[in-house]
């Protein structure tokens, strides 16, 4: 009996710290294990030309949702760059209500790390995608089904434990 | 320069914490008066040079110096000084320093009350506040510094949330930690109490006056913070069981537990161990809402950016601190035997039955606030608990408690006669009784939540009058003087469970008769709400400091006569682009007329406007008046003084008598 609140407070604490590695945040998203949903965009720079999800059929490929106005995304931006010079995946770069048109300026100045870079620009596509808050970026496999989802900042340590194992299962 | 001497300041206060934590405890284990009479002047000398930190770091803010990062990130120069000097605890950095501040104030209070004290238990009491000192000051200086250069220096702040520009601001936070931080004070007796061994009644008698300051302190923190959201947030409620609220609410739970087993442990000996461990409770529940709102464990609309390393200091001070005290608990309490025993109706039992209550209705918040970071933890997904469940446990589980407080303070000590009570009380009951069930009939049809609660307000209530007439019965005089001679004491519980009733009746009232409605409003339109009609005047372009205001004019009237013209904003903040509803209100006793814009539809000025009807919502402020000041009315109570007086002599006696 004298032992139960510290007993009680132990089993409290580990759920805490468990809680500290854990982001409430972070929802889950519904189309994991399912088809990415269909769309077709224009690109940014060249309005003639479109982009659709089953272009990459065959290819395990990332969509990147960002926005010139988003802060984190431009800190990630360096990242991407390095991983679209390893050449590991392709990144789709969606570009989320860019009511201003800045991104084609933006990529010009600062390097281009996309294969396509598609334009959302009423965000109707972020909302089938069910895309809070920029950036977020799913990884779709061949089949075009979406794998894992992310949201926030891509950084090195995000990418080695979250992004390289799922890619080592799907075989890319 | 000046937040570099700032920052030193600091560091020198967290030397002194150290000196004050180590020599004391050390000192009063080892019988050393020398050092045990460090504990004072560390105590003190510790307030100074922190009240120097925040007062740097207030004139950085000031000044608006955007060479310091906490200053850029949470100020800007368009500012209005009030708020300039507010936004100093507006961030997670400067609300730390708060934080220590106010520490540092309590035990410099304590180091000046305690002259009474045995010298081992307040160097104890002072040591322990040293250690805590010591936790939250390397917490600052490590993780989070307030006094943190940006270089290059920004040309201009990013803004005060816009949320925090309101003067609710100004005064919540310093009265919230004032509370939590005070229970720091009751945790450090308990734990001298634990240290030492001795664990007499004289412990609970000295803390009793720190905790119910503290608990007033707290009470009147819950309840700014909750009229802050009535206002600011623009949605008409004042309670949303949102994470961060709760973090407030169940110390104050706790604290309320605990006053009143305090009580019995001081008046009948009995409940030591549980009042110790209350004791603990509280400060733990202290530290996990600071815990809480800063780790980023849970999420809420109202917490602090976050960070990983600073969860992990905060849990691993949190485990130490509360860990330590538990082990100590649990090799001590066996020591602790209960003084006296009492009969089964009694004070002593239903102060007990109020404990048990309290703590499981605590129980039931901690579970539901905590229940999403469970089922994450356990990888079963992600959910989120809401008002619903709060709504449909919180209630049934508190309103017993309620009923008790109408009994308990007519209840003897020991042993009390039920059939007295029930003579006594049987007009009450049916008073409380009657209300309940025909004024919801009156109103607008028969609703059981609004009958319990008033039931249980006019029952309160009628058991404060009870108390009063049982105890003029005997005293002699006019009624006044009869009034005037009754303690201190028995005036501030006696006022608090009367703030308690009107809390009840008002809760009552406003969660089942307000009304609401959205109405899309052309210049010149009228909408009805609760009896009021209200035309839309249009908007108006108006400019503040540091944001643009469509402010919107509304004319209330009620059955032709004008009421209130109300000027609800609708404000887009220059830096930060944040939009903020500001509502307007016309207050009185009985109801509340509240209008806020939402969006603007066309160009030709017609409005999205939300109108909210709030009855008897003010009570729910004067009951938190009505708990402060009877709390400051207990802990004023002339026997605390008494007993110092008669402990001072006793002291002297005793150095008369060694010193011949």
């Known amino acids: 009996m004298k032992w139960l609140p510290l007993v009680l407070f132990l089993a409290l604490v580990g759920f805490f710290a468990k809680g500290l590695f854990l982001d409430p945040r972070e929802v889950p998203s519904p ?95 972020g909302i089938d995608y069910g895309v809070t808050a920029v950036p977020e970026t799913y990884l779709i496999d061949k089949q075009g089904i979406v794998r894992l989802k992310h949201t926030g900042l891509i950084d090195p340590g995000v990418w080695k434990s979250k992004f390289e194992p799922k890619l080592k299962a799907l075989g890319a | 320069m000046i937040p570099e001497i700032g920052n030193f300041a600091v560091i020198l206060a967290l030397l002194l914490a150290l000196t004050q934590a180590v020599l004391p405890l050390y000192g009063a284990q080892r019988g050393n008066l020398t050092l045990m009479a460090v504990a004072r002047p560390a105590a003190q000398g510790q307030f100074v040079l922190i009240a120097f930190a925040f007062g740097c770091l207030a004139y950085s803010f000031l000044a608006s110096d955007f060479s310091v990062q906490n200053v850029a990130k949470n100020s800007s120069s368009q500012m209005a000084w009030f708020y300039k000097f507010t936004a100093t605890w507006g961030s997670h950095e400067g609300s730390m320093l708060m934080w220590v501040l106010i ?24 040591g322990v506040l040293g250690l805590i000192s010591v936790g939250f000051l390397s917490f600052m200086l490590f993780t989070s510094n307030p006094f943190e250069r940006l270089l290059p220096a920004a040309l201009e702040g990013s803004d005060l949330n816009p949320l925090l520009q309101d003067w609710g601001m100004i005064i919540h936070p310093p009265m919230l930690y004032m509370g939590y931080v005070g229970f720091a004070v009751a945790y450090a007796f308990a734990m001298a109490a634990l240290l030492s061994g001795k664990m007499d009644v004289a412990w609970a ?47 104050w739970l706790a604290g309320t537990a605990l006053m009143h087993s305090l009580a019995a442990t001081e008046k009948r000996g009995v409940f030591k161990a549980w009042t110790v461990l209350l004791a603990l409770t509280v400060f733990s529940l202290s530290l996990l809402g600071t815990f809480l709102v800063r780790s980023g464990v849970l999420s809420s609309v109202h917490s602090f950016a976050t960070d990983p390393g600073r969860g992990a200091y905060l849990l691993g001070f949190f485990l130490v601190v509360i ?78 408690a309620l009923f008790l407080m109408g009994v308990g303070p007519l209840a003897r000590w020991k042993e009390a006669s039920l059939p007295d009570i029930v003579t006594r009380m049987k007009w009450a009951l049916g008073v409380a009784l009657a209300t309940g069930l025909l004024l919801p009939l009156t109103l607008n049809g028969f609703n059981v939540w ?148 939402g969006d603007q539809l066309d160009d030709k000025g017609t409005w999205i406007v939300r109108l909210y009807h709030k009855p008897f919502i003010n009570w729910l402020w004067l009951a938190a008046l009505f708990m402060v000041v009877g709390g400051i009315m207990a802990a004023s109570d002339k026997r605390y003084r008494i007993a110092l007086r008669r402990s001072d002599a006793a002291k002297n006696l005793a150095t008369q008598g060694s010193a011949s």
């Open chain 1, 31 to 125: 189309f994991i294990g399912r088809t990415a949903p269909a769309f077709t965009l224009p690109l940014v720079g060249d309005a003639n030309a479109s982009f659709s999800p089953a272009d990459m059929k065959g290819k395990v490929w990332i969509l990147n949702v960002w926005a010139p106005w988003c802060v984190t995304c431009r800190q990630e931006h360096g990242f991407l760059m390095q991983l679209a010079q390893t050449g590991v995946i392709p990144i789709v770069g969606l570009n989320w209500k860019d009511k201003e048109r800045k991104a084609e300026a933006l990529l010009a100045r600062t390097g281009n790390p996309y294969v396509a870079v598609p334009e959302d620009l009423d965000g109707r596509v």
């Open chain 2, 103 to 126: 520490l540092a104030f309590w035990s410099a209070a304590v180091s000046v009350f305690s002259r009474h004290l045995p010298e081992d238990m307040a160097a104890r009491v002072l």
């Open chain 2, 205 to 251: 008698r000295w803390s009793r006056p720190w905790t119910t300051v503290a608990w007033a302190f707290l009470t009147c923190g819950v309840a700014l913070g909750s009229w802050w959201a009535y206002r600011e947030l623009g949605w008409g409620g004042w309670w949303f069981w949102d994470p961060v609220e709760n973090a407030s609410f169940m110390p």
């Open chain 2, 323 to 400: 860990g330590g005290s538990l082990v100590l608990y649990a090799w001590r309490a066996p020591k602790m035997i209960s003084g006296s025993s009492f009969g089964w109706y009694s004070r002593e039992s239903l102060l007990l039955a109020n404990n048990v209550i309290l703590i499981a209705a605590l129980a039931s918040v901690l579970l539901g606030t905590l229940y999403p970071l469970f089922i994450d933890a356990m990888g079963l997904g992600k959910l989120s608990v809401g008002p619903p469940y709060f709504n449909a446990v919180f209630v049934p589980l508190i309103a017993p």
């Open chain 2, 450 to 597: 609004a009958s319990l609660g008033f039931f249980l307000a006019v029952w309160i209530a009628l058991a404060v009058l009870a108390a009063f007439i049982d105890r003029l019965k005997h005293a002699q005089g006019g009624l006044l003087q009869k009034l005037a001679g009754l303690p201190s004491g028995f005036w501030g519980m006696q006022l608090a469970h009367l703030g308690m009733a009107i809390g009840v009746a008002g809760i009552a009232v406003v969660a089942n008769y307000s009304s609401e409605r959205d109405v899309r409003m052309e210049v010149g339109s009228y909408a009805k709400l609760g009896g009021y009609t209200f035309t839309f005047r249009g908007t108006t372009e108006h400019d503040g400091p540091n944001y643009r205001a469509a402010r919107g004019t509304l004319e209330v009237s009620q059955d032709g006569k004008p009421v209130a013209t109300l000027q609800p904003e609708k404000r887009v903040y220059n830096i930060s682009g944040m939009a903020m509803t500001e509502a307007s209100v016309h207050a009185n006793i009985f109801r509340d007329i509240y209008v806020s814009m």
